[in-house]
């Protein structure tokens, strides 16, 4: 089992032909994604040979999806054309719409997250590294090799933090890892995830990855008293940064005790969740928890 991504997902990659697009399409691939289909109007009816896999160049989200199939499509436009691209990915249909790019404006965020929710599309990022499901699929920029298939959930806002938890429980290894992004503007939340990894029979923990800045991991903490029963286990990127001021992520802005580490920290111990003070402290606890938990029989 896995949430949102799997081997049966058909992805395809708009702006495929530009320089990320081709760089990570071929990890892709060489992880065992399933992709159908690249998406460059210019480039309508070319084949471009990854390895030993040609990949076919459609016009449209809409004409690759007719042809593949595709449910999933990932995008890796430049900032100005992003919301054109997530609109057109939800008008064909896609299920799920990974938005790799970041500096999107704002308000393209919100226009474009609330139009592929009208229409049913589930969007990660923007501004993320994608999700992983090892071993299976892999949608986005998270590298393959770190990892293994497993039994640890994991939704974080940082890229990087999401790579080095990946490794620092890679001997237990994970059902699916899912990079949401840090803008201020998302598709998909903690929350979201949370609830999926709950509904997931093979995921028995769930790590969360936030970092200061908003409410997003106190309203996390307020879900998990009430919604979640698996084991959960926090880290929060930032304890160290000055009050007030942007720190990485575009989300990440504190104004005076509101968005701070020590809160979100204190918020999610408040409901039982073990926050570490850092990655290699927050694998630890992960490894506690499960030995204190008995395994789930895998189905």
Do not use: W
Not at 131 to 136: F, M
Request: aromatic residues 4%; proline residues 6%; hydrophobic residues 40%.
């Amino acid at each position: 089992m896995a949430i949102y991504l799997t081997k049966e997902s058909k992805v395809l990659v708009q702006g495929m032909t530009g320089g990320e697009g081709m760089k990570h399409t071929r990890r892709m691939l060489a992880a065992g994604t399933n992709v159908v289909g690249g998406v460059n109007p210019r480039k309508a009816g070319r084949t471009v040979d990854f390895d030993e896999r040609a990949v076919p160049v459609f016009g449209s989200v809409a004409e690759g999806v007719h042809a593949t199939g595709a449910d999933v499509t990932v995008v890796f436009v430049p900032p100005a054309f992003a919301k054109a691209a997530v609109v057109e990915a939800a008008d064909a249909g896609i299920g799920l719409a990974v938005v790799i790019t970041e500096g999107i404006p704002v308000h393209d965020s919100v226009a474009f997250t609330a139009y592929a929710r009208s229409k049913g599309t589930r969007i990660i990022g923007p501004n993320c590294p994608g999700l992983i499901t090892p071993g299976q699929s892999n949608a986005g920029i998270i590298p393959s090799d770190i990892t293994k298939p497993g039994r640890i959930g994991l939704v974080s806002k940082s890229g990087t933090l999401t790579y080095q938890l990946m490794y620092e429980l890679r001997d237990i290894g994970f059902s699916t890892c899912v990079g949401i992004g840090g803008d201020p503007v998302v598709g998909t939340t903690h929350i979201d995830c949370l609830a999926a990894f709950q509904d997931d029979p093979d995921t028995e923990l769930v790590v969360l990855i936030g970092e200061i800045g908003g409410d997003a991991e106190e309203r996390a903490a307020a879900y998990i008293r009430e919604h979640v029963t698996k084991p959960v286990v926090g880290y929060i990127a930032g304890f160290t940064a000055p009050e007030g001021r942007t720190m990485g992520h575009a989300g990440a802005i504190v104004s005076g005790s509101s968005g701070t580490a020590r809160a979100k920290k204190e918020a999610l111990e408040a409901v039982g969740v073990g926050v570490g003070s850092t990655p290699t402290e927050t694998a630890k606890l992960v490894l506690a928890r499960l030995e204190d938990r008995p395994p789930v029989p895998h189905s």
